[in-house]
């Protein structure tokens, strides 16, 4: 066994510099794992009356707190991801050196409730993307004949955001962190930097290139070919960030009387599910939507042959 360069108790907070750093995981990401490590500390400490020793850890401390978790009540999707986070987090120690085998390794979670992904219709996607433009509206009428007047510039942000991701398939972080010199407007296309610093080119459509375009021209000087493509605010350059998109977002949803609960990662739904209903391959959407394998994609052919069984359950005489 090698020497250990940190502490077992500075373990865990080397792995979410390495999540930061070099891993370059999502804001949720790293926080799902904080609070998952965190929380199988407090139950070790207050289970053992010490902090965990991650080296000398055995499975059955693992499938103690598995019960525990069971006993919580909690779905099986919370319970998998405490455990998916506990796995990378004893694969980086192996990978480091600082640990032979994973103590997590080989313990039965309960299998994942197999849920479809939620996606808007084509209808509904087409309204949700004039929903800014009519806020404006209502906006502008509402502060007619007084001193105040509606600011047309969030909104036309906003119908870009929607367009670009709806257009791009894109994930929310992977949209805020778009530089403008990324967009290549006479190719139709975008460099994405998306999970683990992998990079792919996504096609764009020109409604979305038109919305940027749009945008761009109503801000004080568009942005340099270094700076965000959304910016959080007309005033501060700085880039747009995930929790005001979804804030903007669930109130479109609202005006539109669709579901506010629906997340911008379902817009990426959408657009593949678009995608294959139109006759797209299901290797060339992988590509677009940055999967590393092929049967998360998957995932929307089922999707769609639901639709076509419910469609022919209801019109087969």
């Known amino acids: 066994m090698p020497e250990y360069p940190e502490s077992n108790a500075d373990?865990?907070?080397?792995?979410?510099?390495?999540?930061?750093d070099e891993k370059d995981a999502s804001v949720y990401t790293q926080r799902n794992y904080r609070q998952a490590i965190d929380g199988f500390g407090k139950w070790y400490r207050e289970t053992n009356g010490q902090a965990?020793?991650?080296?000398?850890?055995?499975?059955?401390?693992?499938?103690?707190f598995l019960r525990q978790l069971g006993r919580k009540n909690l779905s099986q999707a919370a319970i998998r991801?405490?455990?998916?986070?506990?796995?990378?987090?004893?694969?980086?120690?192996?990978?480091?050196?600082?640990?032979?085998?994973s103590p997590v390794k080989g313990i039965t979670l309960p299998k994942p409730a197999k849920r479809l992904p939620q996606f808007l219709t084509i209808d509904q996607m087409i309204e949700l993307l004039n929903a800014p433009e009519a806020e404006y509206r209502a906006e502008h009428l509402a502060k007619e004949g007084t001193s105040k007047k509606a600011r047309v510039t969030p909104y036309l942000r906003d119908r870009a955001i929607l367009e670009t991701i709806?257009?791009?398939g894109l994930r929310i972080g992977e949209m805020c962190r778009m530089l403008a010199g990324e967009i290549d407007v006479e190719q139709s296309v975008v460099?994405?930097?998306?999970?683990?610093?992998?990079?792919?080119?996504?096609?764009?459509?020109?409604?979305a290139v038109g919305a940027i375009q749009i945008y761009w021209q109503r801000l004080a000087k568009p942005p340099a070919v270094d700076e965000p493509v959304f910016f959080a605010s007309e005033t501060k350059r700085t880039p747009i960030y995930p929790r005001l998109v979804q804030m903007r977002l669930k109130r479109y949803l609202s005006a539109c009387k669709l579901d506010a609960a629906l997340t911008?990662?379902?817009l990426r739904h959408s657009y593949a599910t678009h995608m294959l209903?139109?006759?797209?391959?299901?290797?060339?959407?992988?590509e677009m939507l940055g999967h590393s394998n092929l049967t998360t994609t998957q995932v929307y052919t089922h999707v769609t042959t639901e639709r076509i069984k419910r469609a022919y359950d209801e019109a087969h005489p």
């Open 11 to 20: 373990w865990p907070e080397l792995f979410f510099r390495f999540l930061t």
């Open 52 to 64: 965990p020793p991650w080296a000398d850890l055995k499975r059955d401390s693992f499938r103690l």
């Open 81 to 101: 991801l405490r455990f998916s986070a506990l796995n990378s987090f004893y694969k980086f120690l192996m990978r480091r050196g600082l640990i032979e085998s």
């Open 166 to 168: 709806y257009s791009c």
């Open 191 to 207: 460099n994405v930097h998306g999970k683990g610093k992998k990079e792919r080119q996504v096609p764009i459509g020109r409604t």
């Open 264 to 266: 911008p990662h379902k």
């Open 277 to 286: 209903d139109a006759g797209a391959d299901l290797r060339s959407v992988q």
